[in-house]
Nanobody, 115 residues
Framework: QVQLVESGGGLVQPGGSLKLSCAAS????????MSWYRQTPGKERESVAH???????YYEDSVKGRFTISRDHAKNTVYLQMNALKPEDTAGYYC?????????WGQGTQVTVSS
C-alpha cells in the first residue's frame, strides 16, 4: 500500500527554520517525482519544490535560496529544509509522489510562521 507521511511542521518565528519529512512506503521514492506543495485556506494548492528521480530539483520563485529539497534513499524519505521563514510561508505542506502507477498525497503538516 502506497503511503506518504509528513512530519516536522510547527510554529516558528520569522527568520527561523524547520525541516519537513515525507516518509514513503509501498514504493521506492527515489524512482518517483517527489514534490512538496502548500495550501492556505481559500487558495489553490501550489507547488513549492520537487526532486526528480535523477536528482534534479525545482523551486518556486518565492522560496529559492531559502528552501532545499533532498532525499535519503536508505530511509525512503524526502525532506524540505526551510530557512529564513516568513509569515507568508504559513500553510499546510503536502508531499506528493508521481511515478509509474503511483500518484499519491500525504495528509499534510501545518507550518505557522508568527511572532
Amino acid at each position: 500500500q502506497v503511503q506518504l507521511v509528513e512530519s516536522g511542521g510547527g510554529l516558528v518565528q520569522p527568520g527561523g527554520s524547520l525541516k519537513l519529512s515525507c516518509a514513503a512506503s509501498g514504493f521506492t521514492s527515489s524512482s518517483a517525482l517527489m514534490s512538496w506543495y502548500r495550501q492556505t485556506p481559500g487558495k489553490e494548492r501550489e507547488s513549492v519544490a520537487h526532486i526528480t528521480s535523477g536528482g534534479g530539483t525545482y523551486y518556486e520563485d518565492s522560496v529559492k535560496g531559502r528552501f532545499t529539497i533532498s532525499r535519503d534513499h536508505a530511509k525512503n524519505t524526502v525532506y524540505l529544509q526551510m530557512n529564513a521563514l516568513k509569515p507568508e510561508d504559513t500553510a499546510g505542506y503536502y508531499c506528493n509522489a508521481i511515478g509509474g502507477s503511483v500518484n499519491s498525497w500525504g495528509q499534510g503538516t501545518q507550518v505557522t510562521v508568527s511572532s
